[in-house]
């Protein structure tokens, strides 16, 4: 036992070690995976030194082969901490990690350009640059053409701006398309559940009714009500879920379900209108059509009354049933910026 545990400690501890090589970085682009050419780390690392040079901005490229137990979103806090990447007091840093076995990407933002580089401005980065490419395997491509976007948009705030807008305008109109499909598919489910509920409703009166005429037994009656609640609950379930959280999406409020399941005492005193409600329209009706005096029978039942009314419907029935079918030529040196984990992740 002792000896199976020290070779876990042991294999942890190696585990850890080979991880915490990505914490020293010590240029712009940190190849870890060897995904890209000598070339391509040297033509990338040079102009992410010249961007912050210019700048004082710094964008740091890290590849690694695999995150481990990690998520992607706490490594990468952590390597842009241990690291400082941006400089202190400004927090102007920004890290493209990448994670070749996770198929995995973060574009992790400082505190000081969070209102530039916003959760939704990298998201789309990755989104619309970066997946595309990786889909290809085109790993250099995606990652360089994504530090173009971040170097002009920190350069040149007409172009962030516009950019901004075109999210919006796609935001607005995926709402657009969302907003009708949720409709007709919430429209559905108020539809069957209406159908449902209309059907086994005008029973529950039909028993009420034959109670009241003496037709109906109240004992039976008493049954066949708790079988024509469940089928009017089957309905009103199809009708109210979809109402809530089409609520809870539209308002952006998760109480309203949240209400209905913490509090289930509310169905029981919900049943007091339903039958309630349900007595008053069949004691109406009855006293319309004059056709038949109060009359109370405990346990017998007009068998012709019976049959003809309630057999062709099936809500007497306790059961029922519905079918749904490299090399770099200059070094990197963090400033002593830090991140609060803004960004956004993305994976293919």
């Known amino acids: 036992m002792l000896k199976k545990t020290f070779l876990l400690l042991l294999l942890f501890s190696l585990?850890?070690?080979?991880?915490e090589q990505y914490y020293e970085l010590r240029d712009y682009v940190t190849d870890s995976a060897n995904i890209f050419s000598p070339h391509q780390v040297l033509e990338l690392n040079t102009r992410l030194l010249d961007f912050e040079e210019k700048t004082t901005n710094q964008i740091v490229v890290v590849t690694i082969e695999q995150l481990g137990f990690n998520t992607i979103e706490t490594y990468a806090n952590d390597l842009f901490n241990k690291n400082g990447i941006g400089q202190e007091g400004k927090d102007n840093g920004?890290?493209?990690?990448?994670?070749e076995l996770d198929r995995e990407v973060r574009i992790e933002v400082g505190y000081g350009l969070e209102p530039y580089i916003t959760d939704a401005v990298a998201s789309r980065i990755i989104r619309n640059t970066m997946i595309p490419n990786f889909k290809e395997a085109e790993y250099y491509t995606g990652i360089n053409q994504a530090a173009d976007q971040l170097i002009e948009f920190l350069n040149d705030p007409s172009a962030l701006e516009e950019f901004k807008k075109e999210i919006v305008d796609e935001d607005s109109k995926e709402k657009l398309y969302m907003n009708i499909f949720l409709g007709i598919f919430f429209s559905i489910f108020i539809g069957v559940g209406g159908f449902f509920f209309l059907k086994s409703y005008v029973n529950v009166i039909e028993v009420f009714r034959g109670v009241f005429m003496g037709k109906l037994g109240v004992l039976p009656g008493v049954f066949m009500l708790l079988a024509g609640s469940f089928s009017s609950v089957f309905g009103l379930v199809f009708i109210i879920v979809p109402l809530i959280i089409g609520y809870s999406i539209y308002m952006s409020n998760s109480q309203a379900a949240a209400f209905i399941f913490d509090e289930p005492g509310l169905?029981?005193?919900?049943?007091?209108?339903?039958?309630?409600?349900?007595?008053?329209?069949?004691?109406?009706?009855?006293?319309?059509s004059g056709e038949e005096d109060l009359s109370i029978s405990w346990v017998k039942n007009d068998?012709?009354?019976?049959?003809?009314?309630?057999?062709?419907?099936?809500?007497?029935s306790f059961s029922s049933g519905s079918s749904s079918s490299g090399g770099s030529s200059s070094s990197f040196s963090g400033g002593g910026g830090s991140s609060g984990g803004g960004g956004s992740s993305g994976s293919w």
């Open 15 to 19: 585990y850890t070690n080979a991880q």
């Open 94 to 99: 920004l890290l493209i990690l990448f994670s």
């Open 267 to 288: 169905i029981l005193w919900l049943l007091l209108p339903f039958f309630g409600i349900a007595a008053i329209i069949a004691f109406i009706k009855l006293k319309i």
């Open 303 to 316: 068998k012709t009354y019976y049959q003809k009314t309630f057999s062709s419907s099936g809500t007497h």
